[in-house]
Antibody, heavy 120, light 110 residues
Framework: QVQLQESGPGLVKPSETLSLTCTVS????????WSWIRQPPGKGLEWIGY???????NYNPSLKSRVNISVDTSKNQFSLNVSSVTAADTAVYFC??????????????WGQGTLVTVSS | QSALTQPASVSGSPGQSITISCTGT?????????VSWYQQQPGKAPKLMIY???KRPSGVSNRFSGSKSGNTASLTISGLQAEDEADYYC??????????FGGGTKLTVL
C-alpha cells in the first residue's frame, strides 16, 4: 500500500527557510492531491496546503505569504518550503494524501511526521 | 478562516457510547458533505476513521459512526473500549477550496 515518509533538517534557525520533502512509495504520486499538515507540541493540527500532481496548489490563508509546495513526479516526491520561520513554526510536520481524485478532502494515509525545531 | 469548534474533552465508561461534536459554518461543515474524523494516539500520526461525513474506511471498526446536521458534524463511538482513548480531530473542506481542522477532543475512557 501507499506509504509516505517525511525528510529534512530537524533544526532551523530563526528567519531562515524550513524545507521538507515527502517521498511516496508503493504507488504513484500522479492523479492525487497531497497535503502538508503541522502540529505544534501539545497542540492541534493545522493544514498548511496541498498540491495536485499536476502542480496546482492551494494554501492556508494564514501561511500563504510564507509557504510554497512543489512536486517532482519523476522522483515521486513533493516538498514544502516555509520562509522567515520563527519559534511559532516549531512543530511536527506531516505529509498526507487525499484519497479522492476529484476534491481534496480526507487525509489518508499519513507520513509518520518529523519534528522541526526553530532555534538559534 | 477559523478552526472548527470541538469540545476540549469528553469521557465515558467502557461499553458506553460517546459523541464528539464539530461545529463550523455554512461555508464549510454545513456546505459540503466532506467532513472527516481522525484518531491520534500519543506520538503517532492521525488515522482516518470517517470520511465524507458517514463513510468508514476499510478496517475501521463499525463502532465508529459519523453524522451531520446543519453546521455541526458528530462522531459517535459505541461500545467504548480502553483502546479508544485518544485525541480526535474533525476536518472539513471549505468554500475557498481550503481545508480546516477542529481544535481536537481528548477522549478519556474511565
Amino acid at each position: 500500500q501507499v506509504q509516505l515518509q517525511e525528510s529534512g533538517p530537524g533544526l532551523v534557525k530563526p528567519s531562515e527557510t524550513l524545507s521538507l520533502t515527502c517521498t511516496v512509495s508503493g504507488g504513484s504520486i500522479s492523479s492525487y492531491y497531497w497535503s502538508w499538515i503541522r502540529q505544534p507540541p501539545g497542540k492541534g493540527l493545522e493544514w498548511i496546503g496541498y498540491i495536485f500532481y499536476s502542480g496546482s496548489t492551494n494554501y492556508n490563508p494564514s501561511l500563504k505569504s510564507r509557504v510554497n509546495i512543489s512536486v517532482d513526479t519523476s522522483k515521486n516526491q513533493f516538498s514544502l518550503n516555509v520562509s522567515s520561520v520563527t519559534a511559532a513554526d516549531t512543530a511536527v510536520y506531516f505529509c498526507a494524501r487525499h484519497p479522492t481524485v476529484t476534491t481534496p478532502r480526507g487525509f489518508d494515509p499519513w507520513g509518520q511526521g518529523t519534528l522541526v525545531t526553530v532555534s538559534s | 478562516q477559523s478552526a472548527l469548534t470541538q469540545p476540549a474533552s469528553v469521557s465515558g465508561s467502557p461499553g458506553q457510547s460517546i459523541t464528539i461534536s464539530c461545529t463550523g459554518t455554512s461555508s464549510d461543515v454545513g456546505g459540503y458533505n466532506y467532513v472527516s474524523w481522525y484518531q491520534q494516539q500519543p506520538g503517532k500520526a492521525p488515522k482516518l476513521m470517517i470520511y465524507d461525513v458517514t463513510k468508514r474506511p476499510s478496517g475501521v471498526s463499525n463502532r465508529f459512526s459519523g453524522s451531520k446536521s446543519g453546521n455541526t458534524a458528530s462522531l459517535t463511538i459505541s461500545g467504548l473500549q480502553a483502546e479508544d482513548e485518544a485525541d480526535y480531530y474533525c476536518s472539513s473542506y471549505a468554500s475557498s477550496t481550503t481545508l480546516l481542522f477542529g481544535g481536537g477532543t481528548k477522549l478519556t475512557v474511565l
